[in-house]
């Protein structure tokens, strides 16, 4: 198992080859490095050519796992996903031939596209590692992560995910459109000749095993200290969205557990074997935003889960 020194290391080198490729879109990149470190699931809000696909195909290559990718459409049956028993003829035995589930890192594309059958089969191989078909359980890979993408300003034809479904998700990250800068260095990239998504991405040689991802999240769950007024503190922050006047469903002990795991790879990240408030902070939006529910009185005075959660923090005592 490596130190955090030497896991601060590596994944600071990731980033390092990231930021080659990904240009802009620094939170986006920090969160989406938490959540893979955390061994939880992402989901990717964002309009079209914000980079979404980009990410996970970058991410995939850095850390060199087996890697595949799913365009979710209307006709995507769960079979279509999970395998299916074909029978051999050779053999005069049927035989499992598995889906795109089987990968350590799936990019779901464009998720809302499918119908919830589907939806929910996915969903259930993202909570429990590990896909049934025709009454047999088959394991899923041990680190395995899904990057979902989901396009917010389209509706027709598309299948919203339910509030029970979206908790699946350890974060859900909005992607914005870039800044100017960063827009203005991939215009110069791109008038230069250099295809980012194409030969960036082909240039890239992995920073990480398959192993040596696994061997970072268990690295992480031991070595980064939550102490009991952190703890404490992620506790007050969820409970207290159960409460706020505006909400109509709160965070659920789900995301008390996301928020900590979130905030200890955070710790990480930086270099340190402790969490504080700022990381706790930091990670609360993308932790908790999908997972509370607003009442429509409120959806209707223009209130938003940025405002909530001021509120929230405003009246949580932070610890020493």
Known sequence: MPTLAELSRHWRLLRERLDTVVL????V?????????AGGHALLEGVPGT??????LVLARLVGCRFKRIQFTPDLMPADLLGTNIYNQRTQAFEFRP??????????????RTPPRTQAALLECMQEAAATVDGVRYPISPVFSVLATQ???????????PEAQRDRFLMKIPIDYPAREAEARIVAAYAEGRRLHEEGVAALEPVLSREELAESRRAVRAGVRMEPGIQRYVLDVVT????????QIGAGPRASLALLDCARARAALH???FATPDDVKALAEPVLTHRVTLTPEAEMEGTTLGDVLRRVFEGVEVPR
């Open 271 to 273: 270099d340190r074997d």
């Open 240 to 247: 207290a969205t159960r409460r706020d006047e505006s909400v």
């Open 24 to 27: 802009g879109q620094e939170a």
């Open 151 to 161: 396009n917010p300003v389209e509706f027709e034809g598309t299948y919203p995910l």
């Open 51 to 56: 980079a979404k696909t980009l990410l996970a």
């Open 99 to 112: 889906g795109p589930i089987f990968a350590d890192l799936l990019l779901a594309d464009e998720v809302n």
């Open 29 to 37: 990149k920090e969160k989406a490095l938490v959540c893979l470190l």
